[in-house]
């Protein structure tokens, strides 16, 4: 199973891919998409979403997954975050690719342990849960690991009983 | 020349067409392209994406405005102005439009007169400044060709300079 994981922003973007086998995780690939402030928004949208359209074409996720909503953020911020969100969701959605969404804490929950951790916290975590000798850097990159990562143990239940079922099918037939 | 407004909204995404020839202007077409609030993300945002640029390829727009960052609202809102902004934008930079942003304040300033302006003013000054026997309806529609409008106001005398020099040009050459 190839993971997606996107933790999107206007100047920085960054993505992050995982491979699961069964309870083996290891982060195959990531990087991060920049814009120049001073650049056409479209121009930046456009590179946001054709920078993951190419991500995707490269690695081939099964699924994708991205920060939610945040609160707490000026208007601003918030609308900026938004703006490269949805260029990162069309190239998802165009792939065919339906995107979990998680909110911040949910995410520090699942990887850390706790809903406040810190992001060096957060950065330890994603190096040892996905078998790296590094952090992974810039910052936006380690986030994006994480939403990942996050998506991976969310999900790994009921991925254990769709195959569970795909066998007892099997044993049937 | 022709000018395509979008006022976007993750929910209702209003737009116009508007015709100039010289001083004069008329509303060509417009319309409303609305998602489902249970729908997955991915899906709307296509879906405004996708009929935009079905808009574009039906009216082949010169220019394209579009409403800029507004403040004073909260963070939520603007994330999903933001999302939906960013699908609009992405349609025209496809097409190769650049997109004129334009502050709500300035659209009711250049079109009412008054920064301030109530939303039945804006209506009734559209309707009258592009040649339409009834308000636009809904008022999604109205507000995607007075940024149109207001575009077409604002450019109006660069484009006359412009056209002057080209003229100029051509006499001398």
């Not at 920085?12 to 990087?31: F, K, L």
């Not at 792939?95 to 809903?115: I, M």
Request: glycine share 12%; proline share 3%.
């Amino acid at each position: 199973m190839i993971i997606l994981g996107i933790d999107p922003g206007l100047l920085h973007t960054g993505w992050g891919v995982i491979e699961t086998q069964g309870s083996q995780m290891r982060a195959r690939a990531y990087g991060c998409i920049d814009t120049k402030s001073g650049d056409d928004l479209g121009m930046r949208l456009q590179a946001i979403n054709q920078g993951i359209a190419e991500v995707i074409d490269t690695y081939h996720p099964d699924e994708c997954a991205l920060e939610d909503v945040f609160f707490g953020v000026d208007a601003k911020a918030a609308f900026s975050v938004g703006e490269a969100r949805a260029a990162a969701i069309l190239a998802a959605a165009h792939a065919g690719l339906e995107v979990g969404q998680y909110p911040p804490r949910q995410v520090k929950q699942v990887v850390v342990g706790v809903g406040g951790a810190e992001k060096s916290q957060v950065t330890y975590m994603v190096r040892r849960q996905l078998g790296l000798d590094h952090d992974p850097k810039p910052d936006h990159c380690s986030d994006a690991l994480a939403i990942g990562l996050a998506h991976a143990l969310l999900t790994r239940g009921s991925r254990r009983q769709q195959q569970a079922a795909a066998t007892a099918q099997g044993e049937v037939a």
